[in-house]
Nanobody, 117 residues
Framework: QVQLVESGGGLVQPGGSLRLSCAAS????????MGWYRQAPGKQRELVAH???????NYADSVKGRFTISRDSAKNTVFLQMNSLKPEDTAVYYC???????????WGQGTQVTVSS
């Protein structure tokens, strides 16, 4: 089993920044991918950013140039630096870890991000 604990959400004004963290613990293999998803009220959960064990990243078009995903593999932690935040970024942000060798994945409990003046 794997446990994911997210932190860093909150209320921020448009144009502001937040940094989300997700710490993983438990049975974590050496190769795994991690990502951030978000779900706004009345909408489906969507991928925000993804990073592989080798460090390859990809982003949703809506956040390219504003968000940066990174990871500290030694601490099994992934970060999402969010800059130039917009009201449409308001959502619950979820951390996801994929254990490739076991073909399973795990989710964090979610952290609320609200962008409002």
């Amino acid at each position: 089993q794997v446990q994911l604990v997210e932190s860093g959400g909150g209320l921020v004004q448009p144009g502001g920044s937040l940094r989300l963290s997700c710490a993983a613990s438990g049975s974590i293999p050496s190769i795994y991918n991690m990502g951030w998803y978000r779900q706004a009220p009345g909408k489906q959960r969507e991928l925000v950013a993804h990073i592989t064990s080798s460090g390859s990243t990809n982003y949703a078009d809506s956040v390219k140039g504003r968000f940066t995903i990174s990871r500290d593999s030694a601490k099994n932690t992934v970060f999402l630096q969010m800059n130039s935040l917009k009201p449409e970024d308001t959502a619950v942000y979820y951390c996801n870890l994929v254990r490739i060798i076991f073909r399973d994945d795990y989710w964090g409990q979610g952290t609320q991000v609200t962008v409002s003046s």
